[in-house]
């Protein structure tokens, strides 16, 4: 194994969707399928084991320690899964282990609960591939007695959950009883646990599971038919000495990939921050330094959509273009001046219904659908700047003039959902598109002072987006009053940079589309590097005729 390979290409393989987990169940399904040591021909093979475990089973059937059972049967090809080194052979886990299900004692005896005599596990306190150290509740020396009638299991035992969340697995670190989902687990051969702590859970979620009321579930029968890849024991020891190795390499990158995440986090928030508020005399410099980094500093689709609204934030705050009283345009014609310091001093500010030359509510009566006629939109169809129509709905001729006796929809005009699941979004009306209001939605027809595609992008912006959501109302039915709206503080330069800032907010959010399309692009290529580089790492059995495969082919 050679991880040199692995971490010269790390910082392009961990960006690829879910890296560390993937190469976590690589490593696994190597060690199950015999690729992941070399096979020795002096190991006794594993029907040598499989035999020996039928006499330790007989006797402990003689003696009593558990119930009797069919004789194992071998297992056919055609039941086999995938082929196994010749030395190793496919057994159930019925065969080569007991288990048993716990109980939960009688909720209604309280007698029975958190006195602190006996630890009781649950699925929730089961630490996955950890050990169980404490549990959320306790049971009696009377409930040991009456309900378990024997001593908790001890500690070592495996335990696996085989209801809801199958194929949990954890190892007792304090002596327990545990609740119905779970089973103990007893290998006939006691050295065979740690390598059953690593691959049960995998082919458990294989196995033939059931419906049950809130989930999946295993009875006895499917749990006892699971197939497992048994290797001879020697074999098991060396599986799990290279499986902890490399699960310690797989640590080791998972915590070079956190660190690099969060420099990279804590660098994008340092420049979100400065960006928002810092002062005028460097902001430039900041928002170059951002710009200029901008691949390195987005990674995930959630980075750029925060990218979206820093940008959106910056553009209505004045933060984005050189501003009209140092390019020398013309003041906008609106009397009152902005004494918020968040604005440049120049811009006015001015309520929505004063910058609107209508605004007014959708019809409240449910519109009567049509397989054709007129569009009438629904909030659905709302993103921010952009009114989806690649699905519509229709109203007949009747009922379109109904709907549009307040307000006929033209070019540029703005759609406003304001209630309902979509809240707070604003979409212009795109051109030759004839169309009524549905429900739950208010058209908004800009003023001469206000250039349609700034409002747009206003209304779109935290600085709107964030009043909205402070004045919601209606809790399951969530929706903004149409007086709130109307009382919206908008921001407002003069056309000429309304304009040069809505020129620019387009150019960014053109360039965080392509970041998103890179996005995707790398991702599919970091997956195919990922998948090349574990081959290369961790098995040259599948590359060339390794000792592995010649030590095969003479057992064979």
Request: glycine share 6%.
């Amino acid at each position: 194994m050679n991880p040199d390979l692995l971490l010269a290409h790390f910082n392009r393989i961990s960006d690829a969707p879910d890296a560390i987990s993937r190469l976590r169940r690589f490593i696994l399904d190597l060690a199950v399928r015999g690729k992941l040591v070399e096979q020795d021909r002096d190991d006794e093979p594993a029907s040598v084991l499989l035999k020996r475990i039928e006499t330790e089973k007989a006797r402990l059937v003689k003696e009593g320690k558990i119930r009797r059972q069919d004789q194992t049967q071998p297992v056919e090809k055609e039941e086999q899964p995938f082929t196994l080194p010749a030395t190793w052979v496919w057994a159930h886990f019925g065969g080569i282990a007991d288990f048993s299900a716990g109980r939960t004692p009688s909720r209604h005896d309280f007698s029975f609960w958190n006195t602190g005599d006996h630890s009781w596990v649950s699925i929730a306190d089961m630490k996955d591939g950890g050990e169980v150290t404490t549990t959320e509740e306790t049971i009696s020396e009377k409930a040991k007695s009456q309900v378990f009638g024997s001593d908790p299991e001890p500690i070592g035992t495996l335990i696996m959950s085989f209801k809801l969340t199958i194929g949990k697995i954890s190892k007792l670190a304090i002596p327990a009883f545990h609740n119905e989902a779970i089973i103990s687990v007893r290998p006939h051969e006691p050295q065979m646990d740690r390598y059953l702590f690593k691959v049960l859970p995998q082919f458990s979620r294989q196995g033939d599971t059931k419906n049950a009321i809130k989930g999946a579930t295993l009875n006895r029968d499917s749990i006892a038919k699971i197939l497992l890849p048994l290797p001879p024991l020697s074999e098991q020891h060396r599986i799990i000495a290279k499986v902890d190795e490399l699960m310690a390499l797989c640590d080791r990158l998972e915590d070079m990939q956190r660190d690099r995440e969060n420099r990279r986090d804590r660098l994008a928030a340092a420049s979100h921050f400065h960006l928002n508020n810092g002062a005028a005399g460097d902001l430039r410099a900041q928002a170059s330094f951002y710009l200029n980094n901008l691949p390195q500093l987005t990674i995930t689709s959630q980075q750029i959509s925060s990218l979206r609204q820093t940008i959106l934030d910056l553009a209505v705050h004045g933060r984005l273009v050189r501003r009209s009283d140092e390019l020398g345009e013309e003041r906008n014609p609106t009397k009152s001046l902005s004494s918020d310091a968040k604005f440049p001093a120049h811009w006015s500010i001015q309520p929505l219904t004063n910058v609107a030359a209508s605004i007014v509510d959708c019809p409240h009566s449910t519109p009567k659908w049509t397989t054709k006629g007129k569009i009438c939109v629904r909030t659905n169809q709302f993103r921010p700047g952009k009114l989806d129509l690649s699905t519509v709905r229709f109203v007949s001729e009747s009922t379109y003039l109904e709907r549009i006796q307040r307000l006929e929809p033209v070019e540029n005009d703005i759609l406003y959902s304001r209630e309902g699941g979509i809240l707070g979004v604003a979409c212009r009306v795109p051109p030759n598109t004839q169309l009524c209001l549905g429900q739950r939605m208010m058209l908004i027809r800009p003023g001469a002072h206000i250039d349609p595609a700034f409002l747009e992008m206003v209304l779109n912006s935290p600085l709107i987006t964030g009043i909205a959501l402070a004045k919601t109302t209606g809790g399951a039915a969530p929706r903004i009053n149409v007086a709130t709206v109307k009382a919206y503080p908008i921001p407002l330069p003069s056309l000429a940079e309304q304009q040069r800032i809505v020129a620019k907010v387009n150019e960014l959010m053109a360039l965080c589309d392509r970041l998103e399309s890179q996005l995707t692009n790398v991702e599919t290529e970091t997956g195919r590097l990922l998948e090349a580089v574990l081959h290369h790492t961790l098995s040259d059995a599948f590359l060339r005729d390794t000792p592995q495969q010649r030590t095969r082919n003479e057992v064979c």
